[in-house]
């Protein structure tokens, strides 16, 4: 049922749309990656980069699903000497059919099993595919779900489809991509409640489990405080659960690059990792492979393949758990009051930002018209172009009220905790446009709010935020003028892309 302990990736490429830049392999020089060049885009990955894992996304977007005839043929050469399910991997993110229609999933579902099929057929020894995500996962049943559906698909396609009367595998390694705040969070319970109907079902418990940490969303949703506590409570609860059951746990962090959505780049490795102990893979998103130098690039990922297996869980004890907790929710509280009113203003902004790639709708944590106030809220890297180009980067939003509101003790534990607060705050703040912000309160009060966390945070942890180099000043300048010409779209387009250069990443 389960493998041989396989190797475990440190790094995981992703589809994520948040370059700024465009690829170094695509010859057009064009930031926007169709689907179509997504199958050569997973090679580069795996062979220039040196990323273990690919995911490849189902979930809300267009997929090819030849992708395993695809990379076998076309680059057989590579793949026979670096075996997918072996030495590299493509993990299946699938939809969650309790939220989007499952087309797609049978399609996935039917793709793994004939994978198998090829491999076998080329003499390959491993299962190609093995491994799927399951995005908005809330309950262990829908694990479960997914594990029943597989293992059905997969003795109807033996006992109707293969004549020669070769099985395919029936079982599916499941990694459960937990969302909202909440839901991490619970993290425990839902794993606890997995093993024991895996248990039930199949008589054994899964050798291990690689939790996937959501990390963009949430901050939209709850703020960045919020999320950062959310996912340092997951990491300690899911050790906690690791040793009482003598599972191992090998979580996933989906981490951007800038702070809002979790600050790794290529130059900010030491700081994640010592801000994260216990993370074993993170998403390689676009930015961080396609808006730095690939010399750069390819030895930061060289770095976290090495780091990441060994650093060493850090377990909160009870009492500050529940410290963290409190001040998590009085966080989100401020977060959402302030975005509810000010959201109004952000729709020329958040529909003036580039696509990058192909998509249908979203189906995440904001699907189905969340709202805030009057505006319908976009994806989180939309969400996160659209307030760095007005000069008010969303990391400010709650931040400064609530460490007010927690008190000195507070701030205390949420820096033993929050260990980069200060420079993630102080790297936010250099794309930071005061007079940007002053005119937006002079129109709508609610931005007084922010107004009020920028003071606050600078006075409470004792910084002063705004452009220091170049190009900051001349992302200041860029933002000022987004302001004035918000209803021109093509032309705000354009600025906001010239920002996204400047600051390295779209959103």
């Given at each position: 049922m389960t493998r041989a302990m396989r190797k475990i990736p440190s790094t995981m490429a992703t589809q994520h749309p948040d370059n700024a830049d465009a690829p170094y392999w695509d010859k057009a020089g064009s930031p926007f990656i169709s689907f179509h060049q997504e199958i050569s885009e997973a090679v580069v990955c795996f062979k220039d980069y040196g990323v273990s894992e690919y995911m490849w996304?189902?979930?809300?977007?267009?997929?090819?699903?030849?992708?395993?005839?695809?990379?076998?043929?076309?680059?057989?050469?590579?793949?026979?000497?670096?075996?997918?399910?072996?030495?590299?991997?493509?993990?299946?993110?699938?939809?969650?059919?309790?939220?989007?229609?499952?087309?797609?999933?049978?399609?996935?579902?039917?793709?793994?099993?004939?994978?198998?099929?090829?491999?076998?057929?080329?003499?390959?020894?491993?299962?190609?595919?093995?491994?799927?995500?399951?995005?908005?996962?809330?309950?262990?049943?829908?694990?479960?779900?997914?594990?029943?559906?597989?293992?059905?698909?997969?003795?109807?396609?033996?006992?109707?489809?293969?004549?020669?009367?070769?099985?395919?595998?029936?079982?599916?390694?499941?990694?459960?991509?937990?969302?909202?705040?909440?839901?991490?969070?619970?993290?425990?319970?839902?794993?606890?409640?997995?093993?024991?109907?895996?248990?039930?079902?199949?008589?054994?418990?899964?050798?291990?489990?690689?939790?996937?940490?959501?990390?963009?969303?949430?901050?939209?949703?709850?703020?960045?405080?919020?999320?950062?506590?959310?996912?340092?409570?997951?990491?300690?609860?899911?050790?906690?659960?690791?040793?009482s059951t003598d599972i191992a746990m090998y979580p996933i962090s989906g981490v951007g690059s800038l702070p809002f959505r979790g600050g790794l780049t290529p130059n900010t490795i030491d700081s994640y990792v010592q801000e994260y102990p216990g993370m074993r893979t993170v998403s390689i998103q676009s930015s961080f492979r396609y808006d730095y130098p690939i010399n750069t690039v390819k030895a930061a990922i060289k770095k976290l393949e090495k780091v990441l297996p060994n650093t060493l869980p850090q377990i909160i004890d009870a009492a500050d758990q529940q410290k963290l907790e409190t001040?998590?929710?009085?966080?989100?509280?401020?977060?959402?009051?302030?975005?509810?009113?000010?959201?109004?203003?952000?729709?020329p902004f958040f529909d003036a930002v580039p696509r990058r790639r192909d998509r249908r709708q979203h189906i995440g944590l904001l699907a189905y018209g969340r709202t805030m106030g009057q505006q319908k809220m976009p994806r989180a890297i939309t969400f996160t172009a659209g307030f760095y180009s007005i000069g008010v980067p969303p990391e400010f939003i709650g931040m400064g009220r609530s460490l007010k509101k927690i008190g000195p003790d507070g701030v205390s534990i949420v820096k033993k905790y929050y260990r980069n607060i200060l420079s993630d705050l102080e790297r936010a703040g250099r794309f930071l446009n005061s007079d940007n912000l002053a005119k937006l309160a002079a129109n709508n009060p609610a931005w007084k709010q922010v107004q009020t966390d920028v003071a606050e945070a600078e006075n409470i942890l004792g910084l002063r935020f705004g452009p220091q180099s170049k190009d900051e000043i001349a992302h200041h300048k860029l933002s000022a003028d987004a302001l004035l010409i918000k209803d021109n779209r093509e032309v705000l387009t354009g600025l906001i892309e010239k920002m996204a250069v400047l600051r390295r990443s779209l959103g």
């Open positions: 996304d189902w979930e809300g977007k267009h997929a090819d699903a030849a992708v395993i005839d695809r990379l076998f043929s076309d680059y057989y050469d590579y793949f026979s000497k670096n075996q997918l399910g072996r030495d590299k991997f493509l993990t299946f993110r699938i939809p969650n059919i309790w939220e989007e229609k499952g087309y797609s999933l049978l399609q996935a579902m039917t793709v793994i099993l004939t994978s198998e099929d090829f491999a076998r057929d080329l003499k390959f020894a491993h299962r190609p595919l093995f491994e799927i995500i399951l995005p908005m996962t809330e309950r262990a049943d829908q694990l479960m779900h997914m594990q029943l559906l597989f293992q059905k698909l997969a003795h109807f396609k033996s006992s109707q489809f293969t004549p020669d009367g070769t099985k395919n595998t029936d079982y599916l390694e499941l990694i459960p991509l937990v969302e909202s705040v909440e839901s991490q969070q619970s993290v425990g319970a839902l794993l606890t409640e997995y093993v024991r109907m895996h248990e039930k079902h199949f008589g054994t418990r899964p050798e291990y489990i690689r939790p996937f940490l959501a990390r963009s969303d949430p901050a939209l949703v709850s703020g960045l405080l919020s999320t950062v506590i959310a996912n340092k409570l997951a990491l300690s609860r899911i050790q906690e659960y690791s040793e001040i998590g929710a009085a966080s989100a509280k401020l977060y959402q009051e302030a975005l509810s009113g000010i959201a109004v203003d952000m729709g």
